[in-house]
């Protein structure tokens, strides 16, 4: 209050002050001098008629204008807050006699509720758990002849208000865990038609819901998975669910990119045999996941195809080279078992084997016969020296046992050369005479260089190509397959042999998960 008019008003009594005080609050508030100036005038003209002349007045023009602005303002509150009075009376009224522990028709007929969804996204799916997590708007629609007023109005309760209202108790039957979307509130809310009573839930959930998953062709596998709707407490001759939208139809998926998977279809259908009774009633939406392959192409089939084929190179290695041969076998057994271990870490122990434990047992098994065919080889190749060694004991026992001289018994020379050793028998009488250790097969060949005349050896070239076209087919492949010298006969076949029973595999392999 201003210092003035106090002075003018004389020495205040304790009631005087505590009105004083109220005046500066109202003062404070309203932010009104004139007001304030006026309410002044009009206790100094009470307490002390001398104070008067020292306090303005309020003018008529002045008074009308204030008028007219506060009778507008409580025009356009009234005009806003009345509705919402009169729906909020509505609304406490109908509570008062409303019971939400009885369902709409109770007694006089069956409810029918409309299931709607929408698809957010979905969540990564887990094979060693077998679920996979869904967040989807879920909208529910029904009738209640309790809210039916005949008013052309419809109001939207959200958060703790739904508890006043009767609401389903739909849930997911295979669901593991199921909670509302909540930032500050929780997300959901109902829409209410005052006109007839029409009603609807909406509510944002996520969940995670058990799928039984076949990983029979995995990775190459597709896998089903549904989302199964029923009541909690009403049967069927209480409430009945239907879809809003046609049987089969396309459920709207917001987000449909995945990690490992690509979405092939979401469809609406009725009850599913297995997670539904007949005693209630129920909806399902069905979801078609197929499996991203090319992650387990690059990472898993490329690899073990290269390590097999890497475990053929021993057969381009000297059968002699027993540390080279066999350190390259077992290196490639050990990482194909690994690379076995690594993509059966995170998957169940189901009692069934999966594709890529065929392909994988597949290729083991190549490499495992590849280290058998070295065992076969060294045993070949032994048992041929020991029949070499056991040739010369005989004929030098024949030699000793027989009284020839010394001097003439054969002579047993071992040449090694680059790893290989060569076997030579010749006598002393064979090395004076020039002769080798096998008379008979040298004559022959200096036999057959004279028979050939000399005409056939100024054969021109293609007339030699034409002959060689000439050769059949058993021929040729017996040619190619001929035995090279220091190569044993078992390596140079595995080389073809291998190769195409692994190409055989592979192609029955494919044509079975790849094409059915």
């Known amino acids: 209050m201003p210092p003035v008019i106090l002075k003018e008003l004389g020495k205040p009594s304790n009631a005087m002050r505590e009105f004083a005080t109220l005046l500066g609050i109202f003062f404070y508030l309203y932010n009104s001098a004139i007001l304030s100036q006026c309410f002044v005038l009009k206790n100094s003209t009470e307490s002390n008629s001398t104070s008067t002349t020292l306090t303005p007045t309020m003018n008529d023009s002045l008074s009308r204008s204030f008028s007219s602005n506060t009778m507008e303002y409580r025009l356009k509150y009234e005009e ?10 509505l609304l406490e009224i109908v509570f008062r006699n409303y019971d939400k522990r009885i369902r ?3 007694g006089v007929q069956t409810l029918h509720l409309d299931l709607e969804m929408l698809i957010l996204s979905f969540g990564e799916i887990s ?11 879920l909208g529910q629609f029904w009738q209640d002849p309790r809210l039916a007023f005949g008013i052309n109005r419809t109001i939207i309760l959200g958060g703790a208000s739904c508890e006043k209202l009767w609401l389903p108790d739909t849930f997911f039957v295979n669901s593991i865990d199921t909670r509302i979307r ?11 038609d005052l006109s007839n009573g029409s009603m609807m839930l909406s509510a944002r959930l996520v969940t995670k819901n058990s799928c039984k998953l076949d990983l029979r062709n ?5 896998q089903t998975c549904h989302l199964a709707f029923e009541s909690f407490s009403y049967e069927a001759i209480d409430l009945t669910y239907k879809w809003r939208s046609e049987i089969g139809s396309d459920i709207f998926i917001y987000d449909n990119e995945m990690a490992q998977f690509d979405i092939v279809s979401a469809k609406r259908y009725l009850k599913h045999p297995v997670y539904h009774s007949p005693t209630f009633s129920g909806l399902t939406a069905t979801i078609i996941f197929r499996r991203r392959s090319m992650y387990y192409i690059f990472q898993m089939y490329i690899p073990c195809v290269c390590i097999v084929a890497l475990s053929w190179v021993s057969f381009w290695i000297n059968h002699e080279a027993v540390p080279a041969r066999v350190a390259l076998s077992i290196t490639t057994v050990l990482t194909i078992s690994y690379m076995r271990g690594s993509v059966n ?3 169940p122990r189901v009692s069934y084997l999966k594709s890529i434990d065929y392909f994988l047992l597949g290729g083991f ?8 065919e070295y065992v076969l080889v060294l045993k070949q190749s032994r048992k041929l020296t020991l029949q070499e060694d056991e040739e010369v004991k005989n004929e030098y026992e024949l030699t000793e046992n027989g009284g020839e001289d010394p001097d003439r018994k054969p002579l047993l020379v071992t040449v090694a050369v680059d790893g290989k050793s060569y076997r030579f028998k010749q006598s002393l009488e064979d090395m004076e005479n020039g002769s080798g250790s096998n008379p008979r097969r040298k004559s022959s060949v200096q036999e057959r260089k004279r028979k050939q005349s000399l005409a056939s050896r100024l054969k021109p070239f293609f007339a030699k190509r034409a002959r060689r076209d000439k050769l059949g087919i058993l021929q040729a492949v017996k040619q190619r ?31 079975i998960y790849v094409v059915n």
């Open 80 to 89: 806003l807050v009345i509705p919402g009075r009169n729906v909020s009376d």
């Open 104 to 106: 709409p028709f109770y």
């Open 127 to 137: 094979e060693t758990s077998m679920d996979f997590e869904v967040d989807l708007y």
């Open 182 to 192: 909540k930032m500050v509130f929780s997300n959901k809310k109902v829409w209410i």
């Open 218 to 222: 995995y990775p190459l596998d597709e």
């Open 345 to 347: 870490a995170g998957m």
């Open 365 to 372: 098994v190549f490499i495992f016969m590849t280290l058998l």
């Open 481 to 511: 397959f001929r035995s090279e010298k220091g190569v044993h006969y078992m390596d140079q076949y595995s080389r073809i042999l291998f190769p195409l029973g692994y190409a055989a595999f592979l192609s029955i392999y494919f044509v």
